[in-house]
């Protein structure tokens, strides 16, 4: 298979690291990677692409926690690997351990995908399920990643010990439009332990965040309390957010979505903050 080239050096470290990868995959005979169009399943799909050719499938499962905007980034992204891609539904919010949004809720939605997969790649000739977990996330709380080591999906970038920003500076020296992609969790991320999930609500904070992304705000998180919304955006970034006309018109925008009332975190945005209830 012909190799995606590397457009600038990487340090020895991480070439090491992409040398072990291609290896680690080339040794499998056919998978199927769970891709959420993320830069850590990203990396895999290419890899995998690159290493087994039509050997290799993208699986996307699709919900309402899925912002639409991601899904639509996840397919240009696949095409431009070049990687045969293909799309399930999920039923998540059906489960009560997902919509009553316990502090375990990952697991019953990665249960819920990895059930799905599972039926896609053993209809598709046995396929081997691969996802996208990195060795940062072992350290994090992370119930998902027990579901899918339940279901025997295996996670090449963990067992290799490649984290994230590893797996960045990879992606960048390869040339992947996306290497500097934000972090971007499913949108039950933006709700408290304890607070129903709806399709309802989801929605809502979904078009909160692609109108504030659409005004330029590429890298942001909506909060969702009730019917208030918590925005939270880079400390650098918080200043143009306190500018009377950009106020008014997010006042009007979310008011309209159904927001009762909206305010701007001073402390910026930081990704897994809500895990804090869990200390």
């Known amino acids: 298979m012909s190799n995606f080239e590397l457009i600038e050096p990487l340090p020895l470290q991480e070439l090491n690291r992409l040398t072990s ?24 799909a290419a890899i995998s692409k690159e290493q087994l050719g039509k050997n290799a499938i993208a699986i996307t499962g699709i919900s309402a926690a ?22 399930c539904f999920t039923t998540e919010l059906k489960d009560p351990n997902y919509n009553q949004n316990p502090t375990n809720r990952c697991y019953a939605c990665k249960r819920e995908l990895h059930a799905h997969l599972t039926k896609i790649s053993q209809e598709a000739g046995n396929y081997l399920v691969l996802d996208g977990v990195n060795f940062d996330d072992l350290k994090d709380h992370r119930p998902g990643i027990t579901a899918a080591k339940e ?20 992606s960048k020296a390869l040339g992947f439009p996306w290497w500097n992609k934000p972090a971007e969790p499913c949108l039950s991320s933006r709700f408290p332990y304890g607070e129903s999930i709806s399709l309802e609500k989801l929605i809502r904070v979904a078009k909160a965040e692609s109108w504030l992304k659409l005004n330029g705000f590429n890298k942001v998180r909506v909060r969702s309390i009730e019917l208030a919304a918590k925005i939270e955006v880079p400390l650098d970034r918080i200043q143009e957010l306190e500018g009377d006309l950009i106020q008014q018109k997010i006042l009007k925008e979310f008011r309209r979505l159904g927001f009762k009332s909206i305010i701007v975190d001073p402390e ?12």
């Open 21 to 44: 990868l291609r290896e680690y995959i080339s040794e499998l005979e056919r998978v199927c990677i769970a891709y959420s169009g993320g830069v850590d399943s990203s990396l895999v």
């Open 66 to 87: 899925l912002a639409p905007l991601l899904l639509n980034e996840a397919r240009n992204q696949a095409n431009w690997i070049g990687i045969t891609h293909k799309e």
């Open 151 to 170: 279901a025997g999906v295996t996670s090449p970038l963990a067992d290799l010990k490649i984290g994230k920003e590893s797996i960045r500076k990879i």
């Open 268 to 279: 910026g945005l930081i990704s897994g903050k809500l895990n804090r209830q869990l200390k």
